[in-house]
């Protein structure tokens, strides 16, 4: 298709016939509406997207119900108060008498009826809004602009924008949405911790049920899909929508679904017969603990305190990076000949500048206005490298430091009885016999024990996985800055995909690697 004297047609969609909406004949129809959710291939071209109620045609040119005149089915096209007009004008003219505007609307309401029974009208049930020229199932306050009108808003609009995203605070702006909803995180986090703690409780008393009722439901939800699958392919064969042809396409996808999940049901059965004594296994591994972490409830609290940690470092990181990033010198760069290059003819550079300059009070202004950048050398990439690296190692030495002192509360209380104590005490002989414990003050012993005697150990593991994670980073860097291109390429060196395949496979070498280190 030959875009050249009308670019706006890269946005506009086509219909089931691919015919593009808003073109040629169809240009006062210009949104694509999907009347079927089921159907995404049977779009229609309306004039505006409809709402709950409405009743949206098909764009195919037929003849006239009931003369010789033809027309597009969108002839019939009726809201939901001309579908009440024309309900009550088919009444009054079946009498007998009806003006001539009735006899009107009796005629094309009778045409919607018969469209309807066709499948070539179709009744709205969801409120939709324009987006791309597309009416998605939601709605909008204002529909689509072009890169012109939004280029000419008046200066007010553009101050009001300015004043609305606060361009004197980075941060304001960046956690906006946090410190306005910062209730609901809050006790979406204080719920996830209450149900967790009860996760842990139920898993002591009833885990066996648990796991088995969780092993039933994934085989139940492999066959429920696979139904829905199948009844969906059957709806898709049976209800033929006229000029349809990229249903087929549906058919075959939801066969596929059918088939893989049916397949996935049968197989998932065998695999669960086959490691049942492995599961057996696992519960009573699972039941053994939870009964740690219920006879330590202090261990409730180290995620959440690894994760605040976690986001300093992460805040700290951030506040490195653009000091690192902005080490250089600031210089204004042109955006004319960019905005010619990409825009072509189709946007006046110097209405830009004008309508932008007046909304801030500015009248001289040049190609470089409010556009610069910051010089890129060498050495700054090499202290993002380390800032990069830093910020891994610290985090793993976090979470491993995390990792210790739980290890450490579950191995005091697990060596804390033997089981011939434990016997001895269920038989009722106190004084020779003991349950598991942990006293009071375990944690913090553990702490304490990580930095006397292990702590070297936690930077040395730490730093191994670091290295290991910087390394990946450095060769995904590798491959998408600079080995990326070759994929695209039709005629290269037998050498250059090798190499991409070897780097490929050195990344998922270092994922195991690291998999070892931390266990």
Known sequence: MCIRDSPNRILLPSNFEDRLCGDTDLVDYPNLFIPL??????????????????????????????????????????????FSVGKSA??????????????????????LLKKLGDFKCFYVFYKTGPTLHRCLPFDFDTSNKTFLELANESSSTLSSLADTLGFGSFFARGFAEVK????????????????????IMLLRWIL??????????????????????????NNLEDVKLPGDSGTESQVQFFRAIEYICFGLAAVYV??????????????????ESSKAFTANPGLVILPPIVIVVLCGFIALFIVVAVYIQTIGNLTASEVTAAIVRTADSYVN???????????????????????????????????HAYNFFMFLWAANIMIMFAFFVMAAVVCTWYFSATGVEMDKYESGDSENGRMKETKVGTMCRAVCIAFRYHLGTILFGALLIAIIQFIRAVVLYIEQQYLQKWKNLSLIHISEPTRLLSISYAVFCLKKKKKKIEK
């Not at 007046?358 to 950048?373: P, Q, R, V």
Request: proline share 2%.
């Open 37 to 82: 959710p089921n159907r995404i291939e049977y779009g229609i071209c309306a004039k505006s997207c409809p709402s709950i109620g409405d009743y949206v045609c098909n764009n195919v040119v037929e003849t006239e119900i009931g003369g010789s005149a033809k027309f597009a089915n969108t002839h019939y096209d009726h809201t939901d108060a001309e």
């Open 208 to 233: 066996a049920p648990i796991v088995y009722t969780v092993i039933v439901l994934i085989f139940v939800l492999f066959i429920v899909i696979g139904v829905l699958a199948l009844l969906q392919a």
């Open 270 to 287: 065998v695999l669960v017969i086959v490691v049942i004594k492995r599961i057996r296994i696992a519960i009573i591994l699972m039941e």
């Open 90 to 111: 088919l009444s009054a003219c079946a009498s007998g008498s009806c003006t001539t505007v009735q006899q009107t609307n009796a005629n094309r309401f009778a045409g």
């Open 349 to 383: 550079v110097s209405e830009i500048e004008a309508a932008a300059g007046a909304a801030y009070g500015e009248t001289n202004l040049t190609d470089k206005f409010n556009i610069s950048k910051y010089d890129a050398a060498t050495s700054n990439k090499a202290l």
């Open 180 to 199: 306005q909803c910062w209730i609901s995180i809050a006790i979406a986090c204080g719920t996830a911790a209450i149900l967790s703690i009860i996760w």
